[in-house]
């Protein structure tokens, strides 16, 4: 496959620091990140997430992912292409595709948040199963949520298999990383309401009555094990239970956390669509 724009393929040196993305070291070193797939790749485009490169691999590459490949020529993204086997060492996947997009990491932090941007935000407390971080990332963008905010002991945003259940909504939404003094910095600069889970807390649509949609809040999902932290419980506003039956114990926190974020949406005045 002969096509314009497509620059020397990568070096040795290249390769290993690009499968050196695949861990949380890596990524953190870098400040960059791997997506890998027609539909992840289509949705950073979709949200105008631009790759720093493609890397494709032409014997691996479908219809569907050469019209994808021309798009990203057509908007002057570098292009470089691999061998089918170098390509599936860096997807992090069994049956790659044959498109890897790599990403810088945004760079934001707690102080981004002090600045009142953001007034809906999602709150990640030590949520260690990629494929429930990623869920909740997808319904946080649907639901119309500003921001999302993991602490230091929930799983890590761009890992690969949280940017996969995500389905390219880490794209489409800003993730911050910090403590939970952040939180209580961030509530007294902004005066917030903070919303937690809790079995013994009040019924869903009776607390959310209590809640000012027009103001800032922080919905607050805690780890699949152990809940919220009580440092986090210590600052909490309102205490809600999602009732359900005895037939299960509890929900896992995307589900539960989905169910929220639609409860609060379904109060929240719709942005207007361009």
């Not at 490169?53 to 798009?71: C, E, K, P, V």
């Not at 691999?82 to 599936?88: G, V």
């Not at 945004?106 to 953001?118: K, N």
């Not at 890992?159 to 909504?169: E, I, L, Y």
Request: hydrophobic share 35%; net charge positive.
């Amino acid at each position: 496959m002969k096509m314009q724009g497509i620059t020397s393929k990568p070096t040795q040196a290249e390769k290993k620091r690009l499968k050196s993305l695949l861990s949380k070291k890596g990524r953190l070193r870098e400040k960059q990140f791997l997506a890998e797939g027609v539909r992840l790749l289509e949705e950073s485009l979709r949200h105008e997430f631009r790759p720093v490169r493609i890397y494709f691999s032409a014997t691996l590459i479908g219809g569907r992912g050469q019209q994808l490949l021309d798009r990203f020529q057509e908007n002057k993204i570098p292009i470089q292409e691999l061998t089918a086997r170098d390509i599936r060492r860096i997807s992090g996947t069994e049956s790659s595709q044959g498109l890897v997009g790599l990403f810088d990491i945004p760079e934001r932090g707690p102080d981004d948040m002090r600045r009142g941007l953001y007034k809906k935000i999602l709150l990640l407390d030590r949520v260690s199963d990629p494929g429930n971080a990623g869920a909740l990332l997808r319904s946080a963008l649907a639901f119309e949520f500003d921001l999302v905010f993991a602490t230091e002991d929930t799983v890590e945003l761009y890992n690969p298999k949280v940017v996969r259940s995500s389905v390219g909504a880490v794209f489409g939404i800003p993730v911050i990383t910090g403590a939970p003094d952040d939180i209580a910095e961030f509530k007294r600069h902004q005066n917030c309401t903070i919303i937690v889970t809790d079995p013994r807390g009040g019924h869903i649509k009776a607390q959310l009555k209590k809640l000012k949609v027009k103001k800032s809040y922080i919905l607050a999902i805690g780890s699949e094990a152990e809940g919220i932290s009580s440092e986090l419980r210590s600052l909490a506003d309102l205490s809600i239970r999602i009732g359900h039956s005895d037939r299960v114990e509890s929900l896992n926190a995307a589900v539960a956390g989905s169910i929220l974020m639609k409860e609060i949406y379904d109060l929240t005045p719709r942005r207007k669509r361009q």
